[in-house]
């Protein structure tokens, strides 16, 4: 579900924010030590540059974006800030320390190889500090630190998002072998009945010079085959419709579980063929819990009645807004309903958005 990766998202960037945040301890701590305020300014202006394009980076590692843009901008930063920062660094290893340990601890996020890139960040941070071995294991052992913290999250985030890739993409291939098992059920029953018509339309246009009686005759088998042909079809089209609702109604199902919408389906295992009018109504039900609301649990329940079939489907994601008007998805689906001589309800109460569509059998 869209809504469940925009959390997990979410999360994932207050969880690299705070790593970033912590990133900006030591150059923050030079600042307020530092007397002179021009080298405020300026040592501020140096890290505000590199803390901005470190955010875009770590941005970029949840975002679907080119990451190639916001890596060069991190580039154009660290060769900038030294100069801005250098003057308010001195004496004061500390900045030079935090400001290695933030690119040791992003290095993961933008190469594979990153310890090539961390370890030159190491020697430089200790080489241009007046504490070179402390700057060193600041900017190693902080570094290594933010680096898990930076990478944990994202690789977290990039299971979530695989998952959900392949999640589409078994539904689309299930909508396919269901497109292709549909196909081959034509093919089985049209295909004799519509080669047996062609021979005898191809018999009877021989026949009508010379046997008018006769081609009659062949083309009254004509007409009785091709009235047969759409009977087959409408029964198999009925009964793929009526099959259909029960297997919507549990892709559906699935959609929402695995969104974190806890769903309980309960639905007949035969239905009557007018239940497939039902499937628009199950389908817009299905979108507005996935699109419009952020329900907890959902129901979906088909039921025979004497008169017909009813469709139920309800959600504790009502919003306060959905009050203010059906939408034309939901006033086009009661026109269709009405067509068939069905019905179409749909409101909240108690915090709870139910739809029941129902049509005559």
């Excluded at 790593?19 to 030590?33: D, Q, Y």
């Excluded at 340990?101 to 090539?116: E, I, K």
């Excluded at 009235?227 to 959609?255: N, T």
């Excluded at 199950?282 to 329900?295: D, F, W």
Aim: charged share 20%.
């Amino acid at each position: 579900m869209v809504s469940a990766v925009r959390r997990a998202r979410v999360l994932t960037l207050v969880s690299l924010g705070v790593a970033w945040s912590t990133s900006l301890v030591g150059p923050g701590i030079g600042l307020l030590l530092e007397p002179r305020p021009r080298w405020v300014w300026l040592g501020g202006l140096g890290v505000l540059l590199f803390a901005a394009a470190h955010a875009a980076v770590l941005h970029a590692a949840v975002s679907p974006v080119r990451r190639g843009p916001r890596l060069v901008a991190l580039a154009v930063a660290t060769a900038l800030s030294p100069p801005l920062v250098a003057p308010v660094a001195a004496g004061r290893w500390e900045t030079w320390a935090w400001l290695g340990a933030a690119l040791v601890g992003t290095a993961p996020v933008l190469a594979r190889r990153w310890w090539v890139p961390a370890l030159g960040v190491v020697v430089v941070a200790a080489l241009v500090s007046s504490a070179p071995l402390a700057a060193a294991l600041v900017a190693g052992g902080v570094g290594i630190g933010l680096a898990l913290v930076h990478v944990l999250p994202v690789w977290l985030w990039d299971l979530m998002v695989q998952a959900q890739e392949g999640r589409e993409a078994r539904a689309r291939l299930a909508v396919i072998e269901e497109r292709l098992r549909f196909a081959r059920d034509l093919h089985d029953v049209l295909g004799h009945r519509l080669t047996v018509i062609a021979l005898k339309a191809e018999l009877a246009e021989r026949l009508a010079p010379s046997d008018a009686a006769r081609a009659g005759a062949e083309a009254g088998g004509v007409r009785e085959l091709a009235a047969a042909a759409l009977a087959d079809l409408r029964e198999a089209v009925d009964g793929y419709r009526s099959v259909e609702l029960g297997e919507q109604a549990a892709a559906i199902a699935r959609v929402l579980t695995s969104s974190g919408v806890r769903c309980t389906v309960a639905v007949p295992p035969s239905l009557p063929a007018v239940a497939h009018e039902l499937s628009w109504a199950l389908r817009e039900a299905g979108t507005n819990v996935l699109r419009h609301s952020r329900a907890r649990w959902c129901t979906i329940e088909v039921a025979l009645e004497p008169s017909g079939v009813r469709l139920t489907v309800a959600n504790d994601g009502a919003s306060a807004g959905r009050g203010r008007g059906r939408g034309t998805g939901l006033d086009g689906l009661a026109e269709r309903l009405a067509r068939v001589g069905g019905t179409l309800r749909a409101g909240e109460e108690d915090g709870v958005f139910t739809l029941v569509a129902t049509v005559r059998t």
